[in-house]
């Protein structure tokens, strides 16, 4: 009878979510985290002041600048960027930790940190073997720019910044292992779903069967 190896951990997905302001990935991120109950999210901070409905150490960790600066100079932060004045990073520590226990994480990051992540992956094995990379964004500018004038939480130069920075963050669409056209809520998570499905079974990801020779009674190979 053949006879499998000594089973081994599948190695975790790190699944990273870019795309410009209004492109949809922090929606998508929600619908994948109560899609995927195994799926956690990585936590991020920023020195930006919680919104309605924010909760610290669920949504962000709020920090001042002096302990966000004190992360960064600890080497605490995989990535840091300033975006419209606030300052957003990535804790290493514990993301390290949890794809070193083999837990699949889920990253909601903008196009700067995404590079950054990317550009991190020769020097760091644990981003190497698991990060996965998907810009979405909607198909055309028109209804990128739809999206982000229909928020109505911003001043219109906020959104005038926010549009001008957004087209040219779509140059970037490129970089990324995937790329998805937003259309529905409904659309992009099962889109977004089966680019995870796949990536967890990819090879080098899975533990081989190690076959071994054929143990049958009658001796024969």
Known sequence: MK???PATRRLPVLLLVTGPSGSGKTTATHEMLARFPGLSRVITCTTRPP??????GVDYHFLSREEFEQRGC???LLEQAQVY????GTPRSGL???LAAGQ???LNLDVQGAATLRALQPEEPSLRESLVTVFLTPATREELDRRLRGRGTDEPGVIARRLAEA???LQHAGDCD???YSTTIGTDLERIAAIYEAERWRRHRVPQPGFGPDTTTDGRA
């Open 167 to 169: 087209h040219a963050e």
């Open 178 to 180: 995937y790329l998805v």
């Open 85 to 88: 004045g606030n300052h957003y």
């Open 74 to 76: 600890r080497g605490d």
């Open 96 to 98: 390290l930790a949890q």
């Open 104 to 106: 699949d994480l889920l």
């Open 3 to 5: 006879t499998f190896g």
């Open 51 to 56: 919104r309605e409905g924010e909760r610290p």
